[in-house]
């Protein structure tokens, strides 16, 4: 039968690496552990290992926007040349490299720095964002009655869309009127901040009563397909501003949007429908008034297509007998229709003076009611532009007198009903 080997008493290994370690010289009297000696090793290599993964990848990870850091040797340090030529350990390379110079953050950035008063914003907010510039020409020719607009350029437009672009155009109105009978439109210019049309619109029938009292609304917007457009900024011109015959250069920083078409129109104020060119002429030969039908210009849109189906009609009122109405032929599919038609009414001159002469403009459809569209009175009850061109013609004759007229929503009550005399 086989023996079991005696055991002896445990021992730590400790004891043993310290006896091993006497036996390998580890000096007299000095006693040194193999964890001791593991633990100086590891010293002496923190000392030389400094580098977190932080300074590694040369960035400041605080939060904000990501900025490089000015000296990059500082945390590279290098083995300088050695004690006999001037250097140092790893502690001492820093100082004796020249550093890395860099670009300040702000510049490589393409940003401002704070010091300037600029900080980046997001377009979040109009309050602290810049809808960008818009540079055009306004001229007013008076002899022709028409208003040039020369939409030239923009400059730093808010980004709309998703790619930090936007698809920009201009629309024009004259306030206070109808937005929809006198707007202007520019062509769209795609994936641009910075757009260029050069284009030229003009409004025809511009009175000098338009010039006291009108306003030009110029607004730019972005074009969607997909959603409805967005607006990005507007200006708003008063014409008094403007000089006859002389253009006038803007270069406007663009406003946000102002909602005043009710206030500016008011409740007693009517819409306008458009404007009407006409012409009257009392003829001594022929004993009669001479109604010119010239044409019209920026009529309201009745269609779903955006267009109207105009034409004019005309009565002498007050029409006991009913034989006084004229119409013209109907222009299809245009809100600037021109007739060149004239009407012809016999009557004394001073049975003339206290008639009123009645303009009206319809959109003409098939199978069902005509629309109007707006209309003019003439005569001693009107007022503006309508009564004094009605004297013109009484007091001037055989004079054929041109004037432009603005088409309204309901005709004035001058119309119905005359004043004794």
Aim: glycine share 10%; aromatic share 6%.
């Amino acid at each position: 039968m086989a023996t079991r080997p005696v055991v002896g008493p445990w021992r730590p290994r400790k004891e043993g690496k310290q006896k091993r370690g006497l036996r390998a010289g580890a000096g007299a009297g000095a006693w040194v552990s193999r964890e001791d000696q593991g633990s100086c090793m590891r010293g002496r290599r923190s000392d030389r290992m400094t580098i977190n993964i932080q300074e590694h990848m040369a960035i400041n990870v605080c939060p904000g926007p990501i900025r490089p850091i000015r000296q990059i040797s500082d945390y590279f340090p290098r083995r300088g040349p050695g004690p006999e030529e001037g250097g140092g350990g790893f502690g001492e390379a820093s100082a004796g490299l020249a550093p890395l110079a860099l670009a300040p953050p702000a510049a490589l950035l393409g940003a401002t720095t704070p010091e300037e008063g600029a900080e980046v914003d997001s377009y979040d907010s109009d309050d602290t964002t810049a809808l960008g510039m818009l540079e055009f020409d306004l001229l007013y020719d008076q002899a022709s009655c028409t208003l040039h607009c020369s939409i030239l350029r923009a400059k730093g437009l808010k980004p709309m869309d998703f790619n930090g672009l936007a698809d920009p155009y201009v629309k024009l109105h004259l306030l206070p009127g109808a937005c929809k009978a006198n707007k202007l439109k520019t062509k769209t210019q795609r994936n641009t901040l910075n757009p260029v049309w050069n284009e030229d619109l003009m409004y025809s029938g511009i009175t000098d009563d338009d010039i006291t009292h009108k306003v030009l609304r110029i607004s730019v917007c972005d074009e969607d397909k997909l959603s409805h457009n967005e607006f990005i900024g507007e200006i708003r011109v008063p014409l008094r501003r403007l000089k006859p015959s002389q253009k006038k250069h803007f270069n406007i920083c663009l406003e946000r949007q102002v909602p005043l078409e009710q206030v500016e129109q008011g409740p007693g104020l009517l819409e306008e429908r458009g404007r009407i060119l006409l012409s009257l002429s009392y003829s001594s030969q022929r004993r009669g008034l001479l109604v010119g039908i010239v044409r019209c210009a920026h009529l309201a849109a009745m269609d779903v297509n955006g267009y109207s189906d105009p034409y004019v009609k005309t009565y002498l009122r007050p029409d006991v007998d009913k034989k006084s109405k004229h119409k013209t032929c109907v222009k299809k599919k245009t809100l600037n229709p021109e007739f060149n038609e004239e009407f012809f009414y016999e009557m004394e001159l001073s049975a003339l003076a206290t008639k009123t002469l009645e303009v009206t403009v319809w959109d003409y459809d098939i199978g069902k009611s005509n629309d109007f569209i707006g209309g003019v009175s003439l005569g001693p009850g009107a007022q503006g532009e309508a009564r004094k061109h009605w004297n013109e013609c009484l007091q001037q004759l055989d004079t054929a007198l041109e004037r432009w007229h603005t088409l309204t929503n309901e005709l004035p009550p001058a119309a119905g009903a005359l004043p004794s005399a």
